[in-house]
């Protein structure tokens, strides 16, 4: 959702910078021309870093996930308080105890079937908060 409102306020600014252009009457002269074309070009140019920077910083944002831990048949799986999915846990799971509730870095992971279930990639455990409630 907030990637959404990030992407329409880049977009109105874009927008804005572009076609921000004095209201006055204009001659159809060479040098007007050339001027709205260089205007135009940074204005395009400052999109495109704007743009590059806001990719390249989601891209690297650190991913996490905080729910309480499951034992199965399986393996290990996390419900996430957020969006009450169940994802099953792969990676360095080491020090993840079924029953606790805690925050885990990683990546969400595909499912390579219909039938597979959601997995979560642990990097590190950031935080544990001890026992779930129920």
């Known amino acids: 959702m907030a990637q959404k409102c990030l992407w329409r306020g880049v977009l109105i600014v ?9 209201a006055r009457a204009q001659q159809n002269s060479l040098n007007n021309i050339g001027r709205n074309i ?3 070009i940074v204005a395009v140019a400052a999109a495109v ?3 590059t920077v ?14 309480c831990v499951n034992s199965g048949e399986n393996g290990m799986s996390v419900t996430d308080e957020k969006d009450k999915r169940i994802y099953m846990l792969s990676g360095n799971t080491s020090g993840i105890k079924p029953g606790d509730r805690v925050t885990l870095q990683g990546k969400n992971v595909k499912p390579n079937g219909a039938n597979k279930p959601l997995a979560w990639e642990v990097d590190k455990e950031t ?4 026992a779930c409630r129920l």
């Open 49 to 51: 870093v704007v743009i």
């Open 14 to 22: 874009a927008l804005c910078v572009v076609l921000a252009t004095p």
């Open 38 to 40: 260089v205007i135009g």
């Open 54 to 67: 806001v990719i390249v910083r989601e891209t690297r944002k650190k991913r996490s996930i905080t729910g």
């Open 127 to 130: 935080k544990d908060f001890g």
